[in-house]
């Protein structure tokens, strides 16, 4: 089974400062997807990447997947309260079952 | 288009009972996956339903089994629960199991 691992476990930060989580396995992964799950709900899929190198926006997140594809990183620009939640990366465990990292919980304060 | 529905939203049982939850997934989705979420040890895969078969299974003991009907709504069940089975159970879909997964809300399971 291969392992993820997430950095930092937590980051509290001020409300318009920018910051980057990450995101590393054990070995190459074919794909990853970011979630960011808020506290009761389940996790909300942000993000799929499938290319090394690949580089994806949504909005004020940006999402890398290394070259060598064992790896990826989330930054958020100016963040806001409403981008307080846990952030997950998963991976395809050979097309038997997603493996989940242990998250980032991130906390922005007004 | 319905997300995936978990039911019930929160149980509170004690050590020795079983439980059963159930999911009903996005219309269309015929995978269904069961995921334990503890504080301690993250997000755990259980295991997937497709097409009424059990496909994959995660590490978890013979007390925590599920099932799947022809509409793809699914069920767990956990036999002679234990106080390190309160956990956040989440239920996922997806169209054929290959794809990233739509999460429910989950059931907080409470073991007393």
């Known amino acids: 089974t291969q392992l993820l691992e997430q950095s930092p476990q937590f980051l509290s930060i001020q409300e318009g400062e920018n910051l980057t989580v990450y995101c590393n396995s054990s070995?190459?992964?074919?794909?990853l997807q970011w979630y960011r799950q808020e506290p009761g709900e389940g996790p909300v899929l942000l993000v799929t990447?499938?290319?090394?190198?690949e580089v994806k926006k949504l909005k004020r997140l940006t999402f890398q997947f290394g070259d060598a594809r064992k790896d990826s990183s989330l930054h958020i620009t100016a963040a806001q309260p409403g981008d307080t939640g846990l952030y997950l990366c998963a991976i395809d465990n050979y097309g038997q079952n997603f493996v989940f990292g242990p998250g980032t919980r991130l906390s922005v304060l007004p | 288009k319905a997300g995936v529905t978990q039911t019930p939203r929160y149980l509170i049982k004690t050590r020795g009972q079983q439980v059963t939850l159930s999911c009903s997934p996005i219309s269309g989705h015929r995978s269904v996956s069961w995921y334990q979420q503890t504080p301690g040890q993250g997000l755990q895969f259980l295991f997937e339903?497709?097409?009424?078969?059990?496909?994959n299974k995660g590490n978890f003991p013979g007390r925590f089994s599920g099932r799947q009907f022809s509409n793809s709504r699914s069920e767990m069940n956990v036999s002679t629960l234990e106080l390190g089975d309160s956990a956040l159970y989440l239920c996922?879909?997806?169209?054929?199991?290959?794809?990233?997964?739509?999460f429910g809300d989950g059931t907080r399971l409470s073991i007393l």
């Open positions: 990447v499938v290319t090394g190198g």
């Open positions: 070995s190459v992964f074919s794909s």
């Open positions: 339903y497709f097409s009424e078969t059990q496909r």
């Open positions: 996922a879909s997806s169209l054929t199991g290959f794809q990233p997964q739509h």
